[in-house]
């Protein structure tokens, strides 16, 4: 039972700090746990008469596609934990990336950053990063919303901008968003006049190219230490809970102070009302794509609870407000500007009953004793111990299109009779060969939620179609099951290489004329792409060439935008090609 863990703790908190992740409580559906407190342990032992860990649940039931953060303050209001913050902020870095903050960009474009995503906690947790900037140094391209080819490589998680038809159908952190093989970023670099960011960059970078890549990329994993808080943004409109043990040193700086913020892009209303054109920056050179993001600002919900005393705390209506710019961590307190229903501004956690308390926010304490029963009548239980769950059974992987493959796996049937299945977890990186530890798998790109109810019972095969893949990648698939109090099974592996997606292009998009002369909108570029438009696609031969072209001109384009000498030489080709395709595009329109 909880008291044995907390015993577990008393005794030995270094081995207990190695095994936190598995010890936070989450019974129902839907909850999450994670365990970023086992540094925390290991960095306050407990000492004789100090306050115990204690185990807590977060509870709240979020519309789809929020950006969140959870995090605990201390009697003195000063940052003391952080308990959960949504992939996108945490691990992609969509705060502190390259570009206008003002960008008509995506939530999958890899450049503008969203300063106004979670400024309460970024500026609250006291925390201050590089600021990200283009690794490009053309000086028109700061301002594009392009490509970037001098300055670029791979990308594996971010795609093209998306417009506004194609947004309709976009689902934060869960949409399938396919893009070339070839497709490549700017990563950045460090902004060379010292200016700083609340928000961290980007951690999920693992190959870089010395020629195109900033040296300074590869310190961005070591600056971004979210990992063992971030999870993937909540499917939405379902109760859900994160499962939390509270480490000694911050339950003796209690009475402590729960709060959640959560943002949604595009969450208008008649006050916070903005326009595509004239409030973002629309790239002239691609004015088809980008979305506007503006929207009325973060709120915040937060409730004052003591971690030792067993209990239940809610509230049902959010305290205030961020900047809608994110230039400060100011709360503004709760007033008519912001929506409370439809699921926009404070109702963007809706009101939840639970255990016979109505809230959208609250939070339940096991108390200092860790005592999971109902034992004092409040309506609320709660039961865990730490077990050893049997390893995932014949786990397979079977490629289905170019950016999904389904996995197949078997939960085995439990010996106790108190097991119930609370959540799968699947994880996947790119690459030929991955040592999966627990610390690579909590860093490693999560699958959106699956719903235990969908999955076979015990012991039967279930099947789980994984998307959000690249064409022509290796992919390397962990996955891991976890009980009602997040104790964690073995995780299991296996991996696939997808097929090759089907031709693709994307207005602009010139590989080898771009590297050449520099810039997409540059006019030879431009005839280039105007003669493939009026000439080339309308004939299968052409379409040929077309396809031709964009599958193999990338890694040439790559080499010739790192030497000066092969892009005078490139231009010396390309010049005369570019005029004549300039002369018979006007010949062809005249």
Not at 234 to 248: Q, V
Not at 399 to 416: G, I
Not at 505 to 519: E, I, L, N, P
Not at 538 to 559: C, E, N, Q
Request: aromatic share 10%; hydrophobic share 40%; with cysteine.
């Amino acid at each position: 039972m909880v008291p044995a863990m907390v015993a577990r703790a008393r005794r030995d908190p270094g081995a207990f700090a190695a095994q936190a992740v598995t010890t936070a409580a989450r019974p129902g559906r839907g909850g999450r746990a994670l365990g970023s407190l086992a540094a925390a342990l290991a960095l306050a032992p407990a000492r004789a008469g100090a306050a115990e860990p204690v185990l807590v649940e977060f509870h709240y039931t979020p519309v789809p596609n929020v950006q969140m953060a959870i995090w605990l303050e201390d009697r003195d209001g000063k940052h003391a934990l952080d308990v959960l913050v949504t992939q996108a902020t945490g691990k992609y870095g969509i705060g502190n990336r390259p570009g206008r903050w003002d960008f008509l960009s995506s939530w999958r474009a890899p450049y503008g950053p969203r300063p106004s995503v979670l400024p309460i906690w970024a500026h609250r947790s006291g925390r201050t990063y590089p600021r990200v900037i283009f690794f490009d140094s053309e000086p028109l391209d700061l301002e594009s919303l392009g490509w970037h080819e001098n300055s670029s490589t791979a990308e594996n998680y971010f795609c093209i901008p998306l417009t506004p038809a194609d947004h309709e159908t976009v689902v934060v952190d869960t949409m399938t968003c396919p893009s070339p093989k070839n497709f490549s970023t700017d990563k950045g670099r460090f902004d060379p006049e010292g200016g700083r960011s609340v928000y961290p960059p980007r951690n999920d970078l693992m190959v870089f190219d010395p020629q195109l890549d900033s040296p300074d990329a590869k310190e961005y994993a070591g600056l971004n230490q979210l990992d063992g808080v971030t999870a993937a943004t909540p499917a939405g409109d379902r109760e859900d809970f994160t499962a939390f043990l509270i480490p000694a040193e911050v339950v003796a700086r209690g009475p402590l102070t729960a709060r959640v913020e959560v943002s949604l892009e595009g969450d208008e209303n008649e006050t916070y009302a903005f326009d595509r054109e004239t409030d973002h920056y629309v790239d002239p050179r691609l004015s088809n794509y980008g979305v506007e993001y503006l929207g009325q600002p973060s709120v915040l919900y937060e409730v004052t609870f003591d971690p030792n005393e067993r209990g239940f705390t809610g509230t049902d209506r959010y305290s205030g407000y961020g900047d809608w710019d994110g230039a400060t961590g100011a709360i503004h307190p709760r007033d008519a500007t912001i929506s409370e229903d439809g699921g926009s501004g404070g109702d963007r956690l809706k009101s939840m009953t639970k255990n016979g308390d109505t809230f959208r926010w609250g939070v339940f304490s096991y108390g200092e004793d860790g005592q999971g029963g109902d034992t004092d009548g409040d309506g609320w239980q709660g039961s865990c111990e730490f077990r050893e769950l049997a390893p995932i059974e014949d786990l397979q992987a079977e490629v289905l299109d170019f950016d999904r493959v389904r996995l197949t796996f078997v939960v085995p049937p439990q010996t106790d009779p108190k097991f119930k299945l609370s959540r799968m977890k699947i994880r996947h990186v790119t690459g030929e060969d991955v040592a999966w530890t627990p610390e690579v798998f909590d860093a490693a790109y999560e699958v959106p939620p699956i719903d235990p109810l969908t999955l076979a019972p015990l012991g039967q095969p279930s099947t789980v179609e994984v998307a959000q893949l690249w064409g022509d990648y290796t992919y390397q698939f962990a996955v891991l099951y976890e009980d009602s109090c997040a104790n964690r099974s073995p995780i299991a592996t296996v991996s696939a290489t997808t097929t090759a997606q089907k031709f693709q292009t994307v207005d602009s998009f010139c590989f080898v004329a771009t590297a050449a002369f520099g810039a997409p909108w540059a006019a030879q570029v431009a005839a280039l792409r105007a003669f493939r438009d009026a000439w080339l696609k309308p004939s299968a031969t052409g379409v040929d060439l077309v396809r031709f072209y964009y599958a193999y001109s990338p890694p040439l384009a790559r080499v010739i935008a790192g030497e000066p000498l092969l892009r005078g030489l490139a231009r010396v080709v390309l010049a005369p090609v570019a005029d004549a395709a300039r002369l018979a595009t006007a010949a062809g329109g005249s």
